[in-house]
């Protein structure tokens, strides 16, 4: 027999925190929070496999696992000392999601389960609030509604507005038990009329259906996209949790809240949090009310002059502070906490590791180390490396005036510049035209989840630090303001109204995710400053690290950003990206249509010192670190002119026809240029062009040398090798020009040749290869084109209907396929030490700044990874992380 379900309850629980694969996070924790002795109501765990199992069997539920079930119901009974269904003392439920990894609002949640006509009754009676009952009755019918019947919330959201507004209500705090047992009436009617079906009765049915319900959300449009946005796996299915209700509304001594036991998005060591009185959970997260801050240091920053639970509630606060302590000590981890007050009564309903931003992590990891909770090598791990990101976000420059048109929370840090849009569908279509947006909302509900990935930044006139966009702004690294109460937003005109100001879709606003302002037009900003905690934990990824971290630039201004981010050489210099520049265009435009090689000579001349000076720039930048210059690679007609225009214009700088260049640019022409006329095939084609970037590169490193002082090995790198007779060839060339560099300099120059592998058969003969190459370096964007056999410039398109379909899990180019691109460069690793032990070898594709494709070359033992300089940081901590996990295997 499966045990599908597990209890807890009353200090004790069958599960525990490391059973969060079965149980979820948020059951695995209440578990743990048993065990621990906190106040946790009593509850079951419907294990996650149930959710396969779900689909699997045309979405019904085992018999055992209902019999279960009905077994865990009777201890909540016993402990409770509450009937579900019972026209006595009913006992009410809750049926969470709760996912291996959290999906925060992504998924289904039914509350006041149990309630029926008779049910509220007796509710009424046993709380001695009939009030309550009522408005606990309407909610879940509402909620049930919604989640399980279909009936859009709108429907009855519009029925309650309708209500209040002919009551002379302003808050729903202020309806009356009869008011509300009347709105019961109206909602059951409509549900009648909507779905020609009653709303249902009996507690059994809403409670399988409400299981349902939530089974069937893990695969609702909204959680899917959040699972293909953080890489969660569809078939790890959601476990569902049922909880006996306590009553957050239950009059003025109760109270729902959330909080973080240390501030998410400064990382703060203070209690941090946000609570409301006389309600229910799902209020606070809807941004319904704005809430009130549980400490009186939270209220007083927040100017605020509503009263704090500390002040309102001082014996159910000192207990909270102190369960904050101890599942923080316990955890190890700033933790997320949801929590009820019933009558003065404290009860713990959820703890996780809190979502934090970047710059909270860091210094809560630091402050942990400093505390002795953790060692340096636990802080290094607890950074997401691609987070780092959001510390590179720029923020507004201290000098300048700030334009105040209206100011709210300060929910995610970093600022953005943006037009305005007011739906998510605009910034989505927006992003795709290339045009950057601010994304305006009175407040965000998960349906909005594409348009927020798609905007600069987020504003909401509405909700606190909690809410939804709050949320997941923080987590998606996004700037947001939120709950902007001095600003309004008229959806009939379209139009945003600030202090002074009202502003019209396009219009260019600048938010302050920092400051929690919004600012007219755009502003001046400058660059983060990378010390402080990020130079702590840096400074202890380094020293864990095993692999060096190297860029790819191919500009002095590239090579000065990447050494200030901690790059220690240069992976790759794409030699080709010089050409582009200023009038250089047209020197190579004339070596490349030169009629013979006297022709392509004369213009190489001109080229030379260009090319010599950017090396000279390059080394000098790097003082004696690595530097692998690549020779020219790419097809030529790269270069080539293409419109008429083009043609025009060239031919006559060249004193030529236009005809006769069209039709030397027709015979460059090719039908497949990545597997074309490039690579090394252009050095054995025209040696004269290797031979003028070799003579450049030894040149550089002599007067760099003088320069400064520090020696420069530069390391040659030849592109496109499939045949060692290539690289035999090319090398020949490299070496006769460093011979007649060296005895024109009178000085040795220390130099390597070594070569990219980038093509499946170079790998496979790596062994052979290696005779004459001295390093390789993995061009993983030319290796998976090559293995896949598809092209890195037209796969975007396809791919994504690859991953929609889930016949690929991500997208090749950006994260390493392991098991076939993987194996090919695991293959020629071994196979290149084999004939040369010492043997460099990095890898320098799009992959070098991808931390699982870092892990796997940890893995393997190359010698460095090479990325574009801004990811230096990111394949920094992440080597760090590789180094660490694999000394740990
Ligand atoms: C590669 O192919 O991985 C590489 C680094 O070279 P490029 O992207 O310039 O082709
Ligand atoms: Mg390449």
């Given at each position: 027999m499966t045990k599908w379900v597990y209890t807890f309850g009353k200090?004790?629980?069958?599960?525990?925190?490391?059973?969060?694969?079965?149980?979820?996070?948020?059951?695995?924790?209440?578990?743990?929070?048993?065990?621990?002795g906190l106040p946790v109501p009593p509850g079951l765990t419907i294990i996650s496999e149930a959710c396969a199992r779900y689909y699997k069997s045309g979405r019904t539920v085992p018999e055992e696992l209902k019999a279960q079930v009905m077994r865990g119901l009777g201890n909540m009974e016993k402990i409770t000392g509450r009937n579900f269904g019972g026209t006595e003392r009913p006992l009410l439920l809750s049926v969470r999601s709760g996912a291996r990894a959290s999906m925060p609002g992504m998924m289904d949640t039914v509350l006041n389960l149990g309630l029926n006509d008779d049910t509220v009754q007796a509710l009424g009676h046993d709380a001695a609030d009939a009030r309550f009952a009522w408005d606990s009755y309407r909610r879940f019918i509402q909620m049930y509604a919604d989640v399980v019947m279909g009936v859009d919330n709108e429907v009855f959201e519009e029925i309650l507005e309708d209500e209040k507004g002919r009551l002379g209500h302003e808050f729903d705090t202020d309806l009356s038990a009869v008011e509300w047992q009347h709105i019961v009436t109206l909602y059951k009617g409509t549900i009648e009329e909507e779905l020609g079906e009653a709303f249902p009765q009996d507690p059994q049915e809403q409670l399988w259906g409400a299981v349902g319900a939530v089974f069937a959300s893990?695969?609702?449009?909204?959680?899917?996209?959040?699972?293909?946005?953080?890489?969660?796996?569809?078939?790890?299915?959601?476990?569902?949790?049922?909880?006996?209700?306590?009553?957050?509304?239950?009059?003025?001594?109760?109270?729902?809240?959330?909080?973080?036991?240390?501030?998410?998005?400064?990382?703060?060591?203070?209690?941090?949090?946000?609570?409301?009185?006389?309600?229910?959970?799902?209020?606070?997260?809807?941004?319904?009310?704005?809430?009130?801050?549980?400490t009186e240091a939270g209220r007083i920053s927040s100017g605020s002059d509503r009263p704090s639970m500390e002040k309102l509630m001082p014996e159910a606060f000192a207990e909270f502070r102190r369960i904050c302590g101890a599942l923080e000590g316990h955890y190890q981890d700033m933790q997320d906490l949801e929590f009820t007050i019933e009558r003065g009564k404290l009860w713990m309903l959820q703890t996780r590791a809190g979502k934090r931003t970047t710059r909270a992590a860091m210094k809560i990891a630091v402050d942990m180390v400093d505390e002795g909770m953790i060692t340096e090598e636990e802080a290094v791990l607890r950074i997401d490396p691609a987070s780092l990101d959001q510390l590179l976000h720029p923020t507004i420059d201290p000098s300048?005036?700030?334009?105040?048109?209206?100011?709210?929370?300060?929910?995610?840090?970093?600022?953005?510049?943006?037009?305005?849009?007011?739906?998510?569908?605009?910034?989505?279509?927006?992003?795709?035209?290339?045009?950057?947006?601010?994304?305006?909302?009175?407040?965000?509900?998960?349906?909005?989840?594409?348009?927020?990935?798609?905007a600069e930044g987020i504003l909401t006139t509405r909700g606190g630090m909690t809410s939804h966009a709050a949320v997941v702004a923080r987590g998606m690294g996004i700037p947001c303001v939120v709950g902007a109460g001095t600003m309004r937003i008229d959806t009939r005109n379209e139009r945003l109204i600030g202090v002074g100001v009202s502003l019209k879709r396009g219009d260019v606003i600048t938010i302050d995710g920092s400051a929690g302002q919004v600012l007219k037009g755009e502003v001046p900003m400058t660059q983060p400053e990378l010390s402080g905690d990020f130079g702590r934990i840096m400074g202890w990824a380094d020293r864990a690290r095993r692999m060096t971290v190297r860029t790819n630039a191919d500009t002095p201004a590239d090579a000065l950003a990447a050494r200030s981010f901690g790059a220690e050489g240069i992976g790759l210099c794409r030699t080709e990206h010089m050409f582009f520049e200023g009038d250089r265009i047209h020197v190579m435009r004339e070596m490349i249509l030169a009629e013979d090689e006297a022709g392509r000579k004369a213009a190489l001349s001109r080229l030379l010192p260009m090319q010599r000076s950017d090396f000279t720039g390059l080394f000098t930048i790097m003082h004696g670190l690595p530097v692998t210059i690549r020779l020219l690679d790419p097809p030529l007609h790269e270069f080539l002119p293409k419109t008429d225009d083009e043609i025009a214009e060239v031919a006559s700088a060249m004193g030529m026809e236009p005809i006769v260049l069209r039709q030397r640019v027709d015979a460059l022409h090719e039908f497949n240029p990545m597997l074309g006329h490039r690579g090394c095939r252009l050095a054995i084609s025209y040696p004269e062009i290797a031979e003028m970037q070799a003579r450049a590169i030894f040149e550089a490193a002599v007067a760099a040398a003088k320069q400064t002082g520090a020696a420069v090995v530069p390391e040659i790198m030849v592109p496109l090798v499939s045949l060692r007779?290539?690289?035999?060839?090319?090398?020949?060339?490299?070496?006769?020009?460093?011979?007649?560099?060296?005895?024109?300099?009178?000085?040795?120059?220390?130099?390597?040749?070594?070569?990219?592998?980038?093509?499946?058969?170079?790998?496979?003969?790596?062994?052979?290869?290696?005779?004459?190459?001295?390093?390789?370096?993995?061009?993983?964007?030319?290796?998976?084109?090559?293995?896949?056999?598809?092209?890195?410039?037209?796969?975007?398109?396809?791919?994504?209907?690859?991953?929609?379909?889930?016949?690929?899990?991500?997208?090749?180019?950006?994260?390493?396929?392991?098991?076939?691109?993987?194996?090919?460069?695991?293959?020629?690793?071994?196979?290149?030490?084999?004939?040369?032990?010492?043997?460099?070898?990095?890898?320098?594709?799009?992959?070098?700044?991808?931390?699982?494709?870092?892990?796997?070359?940890?893995?393997?033992?190359?010698?460095?990874?090479?990325?574009?300089?801004?990811?230096?940081?990111?394949?920094?901590?992440?080597?760090?992380?590789?180094?660490?996990?694999?000394?740990?295997?």
């Amino acid at each position: 027999m499966t045990k599908w379900v597990y209890t807890f309850g009353k200090g004790s629980a069958e599960g525990r925190a490391s059973d969060h694969e079965f149980l979820g996070g948020k059951g695995a924790n209440l578990a743990e929070m048993c065990h621990l002795g906190l106040p946790v109501p009593p509850g079951l765990t419907i294990i996650s496999e149930a959710c396969a199992r779900y689909y699997k069997s045309g979405r019904t539920v085992p018999e055992e696992l209902k019999a279960q079930v009905m077994r865990g119901l009777g201890n909540m009974e016993k402990i409770t000392g509450r009937n579900f269904g019972g026209t006595e003392r009913p006992l009410l439920l809750s049926v969470r999601s709760g996912a291996r990894a959290s999906m925060p609002g992504m998924m289904d949640t039914v509350l006041n389960l149990g309630l029926n006509d008779d049910t509220v009754q007796a509710l009424g009676h046993d709380a001695a609030d009939a009030r309550f009952a009522w408005d606990s009755y309407r909610r879940f019918i509402q909620m049930y509604a919604d989640v399980v019947m279909g009936v859009d919330n709108e429907v009855f959201e519009e029925i309650l507005e309708d209500e209040k507004g002919r009551l002379g209500h302003e808050f729903d705090t202020d309806l009356s038990a009869v008011e509300w047992q009347h709105i019961v009436t109206l909602y059951k009617g409509t549900i009648e009329e909507e779905l020609g079906e009653a709303f249902p009765q009996d507690p059994q049915e809403q409670l399988w259906g409400a299981v349902g319900a939530v089974f069937a959300s893990w695969m609702n449009p909204r959680a899917v996209t959040y699972r293909h946005l953080h890489n969660i796996p569809e078939g790890w299915g959601t476990a569902v949790n049922i909880q006996a209700m306590v009553f957050g509304n239950l009059g003025n001594a109760s109270a729902t809240g959330v909080a973080f036991t240390r501030n998410p998005s400064t990382g703060e060591k203070e209690l941090y949090g946000e609570f409301l009185v006389n309600a229910q959970g799902e209020d606070v997260v809807a941004g319904i009310r704005t809430p009130q801050s549980i400490t009186e240091a939270g209220r007083i920053s927040s100017g605020s002059d509503r009263p704090s639970m500390e002040k309102l509630m001082p014996e159910a606060f000192a207990e909270f502070r102190r369960i904050c302590g101890a599942l923080e000590g316990h955890y190890q981890d700033m933790q997320d906490l949801e929590f009820t007050i019933e009558r003065g009564k404290l009860w713990m309903l959820q703890t996780r590791a809190g979502k934090r931003t970047t710059r909270a992590a860091m210094k809560i990891a630091v402050d942990m180390v400093d505390e002795g909770m953790i060692t340096e090598e636990e802080a290094v791990l607890r950074i997401d490396p691609a987070s780092l990101d959001q510390l590179l976000h720029p923020t507004i420059d201290p000098s300048v005036h700030r334009e105040v048109i209206g100011s709210g929370l300060p929910a995610s840090p970093g600022a953005a510049t943006g037009e305005i849009v007011f739906t998510a569908e605009e910034a989505v279509i927006a992003e795709e035209e290339g045009r950057k947006v601010i994304l305006v909302r009175v407040e965000t509900s998960p349906e909005d989840i594409h348009g927020m990935h798609a905007a600069e930044g987020i504003l909401t006139t509405r909700g606190g630090m909690t809410s939804h966009a709050a949320v997941v702004a923080r987590g998606m690294g996004i700037p947001c303001v939120v709950g902007a109460g001095t600003m309004r937003i008229d959806t009939r005109n379209e139009r945003l109204i600030g202090v002074g100001v009202s502003l019209k879709r396009g219009d260019v606003i600048t938010i302050d995710g920092s400051a929690g302002q919004v600012l007219k037009g755009e502003v001046p900003m400058t660059q983060p400053e990378l010390s402080g905690d990020f130079g702590r934990i840096m400074g202890w990824a380094d020293r864990a690290r095993r692999m060096t971290v190297r860029t790819n630039a191919d500009t002095p201004a590239d090579a000065l950003a990447a050494r200030s981010f901690g790059a220690e050489g240069i992976g790759l210099c794409r030699t080709e990206h010089m050409f582009f520049e200023g009038d250089r265009i047209h020197v190579m435009r004339e070596m490349i249509l030169a009629e013979d090689e006297a022709g392509r000579k004369a213009a190489l001349s001109r080229l030379l010192p260009m090319q010599r000076s950017d090396f000279t720039g390059l080394f000098t930048i790097m003082h004696g670190l690595p530097v692998t210059i690549r020779l020219l690679d790419p097809p030529l007609h790269e270069f080539l002119p293409k419109t008429d225009d083009e043609i025009a214009e060239v031919a006559s700088a060249m004193g030529m026809e236009p005809i006769v260049l069209r039709q030397r640019v027709d015979a460059l022409h090719e039908f497949n240029p990545m597997l074309g006329h490039r690579g090394c095939r252009l050095a054995i084609s025209y040696p004269e062009i290797a031979e003028m970037q070799a003579r450049a590169i030894f040149e550089a490193a002599v007067a760099a040398a003088k320069q400064t002082g520090a020696a420069v090995v530069p390391e040659i790198m030849v592109p496109l090798v499939s045949l060692r007779s290539e690289l035999d060839y090319v090398k020949a060339r490299i070496d006769e020009i460093a011979r007649e560099v060296m005895a024109e300099a009178v000085m040795r120059i220390d130099y390597l040749v070594g070569t990219m592998i980038e093509l499946p058969r170079a790998a496979l003969r790596a062994h052979i290869i290696a005779e004459v190459a001295e390093f390789f370096s993995f061009g993983t964007n030319d290796l998976t084109q090559t293995t896949f056999g598809i092209s890195r410039d037209d796969a975007s398109a396809f791919l994504t209907t690859y991953q929609r379909k889930g016949i690929i899990e991500h997208d090749p180019f950006i994260s390493l396929d392991l098991d076939g691109v993987g194996e090919l460069i695991r293959i020629a690793a071994e196979r290149g030490r084999r004939t040369r032990n010492d043997m460099k070898l990095g890898i320098c594709g799009e992959h070098g700044g991808d931390p699982t494709s870092i892990h796997f070359c940890e893995a393997i033992g190359l010698d460095y990874v090479s990325c574009s300089p801004f990811r230096v940081p990111i394949a920094r901590l992440a080597a760090a992380q590789a180094a660490i996990r694999e000394a740990r295997n």
